[in-house]
């Protein structure tokens, strides 16, 4: 009841900002390959309503995503994490929406969890 997530999500549910993308329809599947492969662990997934899922940005103290619909929500228009999900969707833009087929898996050492991450990297 009282962990990040919670909160982040009673930000987007109470006096939420929004704004519509202005990128066009979004691609999901390019999208949510492109966040998952450059999101690292800000990236935050939300179902504010049944199907209604969102990807974006959360730190301790913003949170912003985008909906499949274009709508996007953040707990304010001057958030950081707002700032941080139009740098993804505008390098997504600039990486032409990748197809979610075009990307290389890549295991990297992580030294902090003694072990591997798996990696989604643009050839």
Known sequence: MHTGARTALERLLKNAYTEPYQGGAIDWDSWRTYVAAVGGMH???TEIAVDELGLGHSAPGSVAVIRQDGTILADA???PS???LRGW???WEAAGRPAPETYQPSLVRDEEQAGWALRLVLP
Do not use: G, I, R, Y
């Open 77 to 79: 228009p001057d958030s």
């Open 43 to 45: 990236l935050t997934v």
């Open 82 to 84: 707002l700032t941080v």
């Open 89 to 91: 969707l505008a390098a």
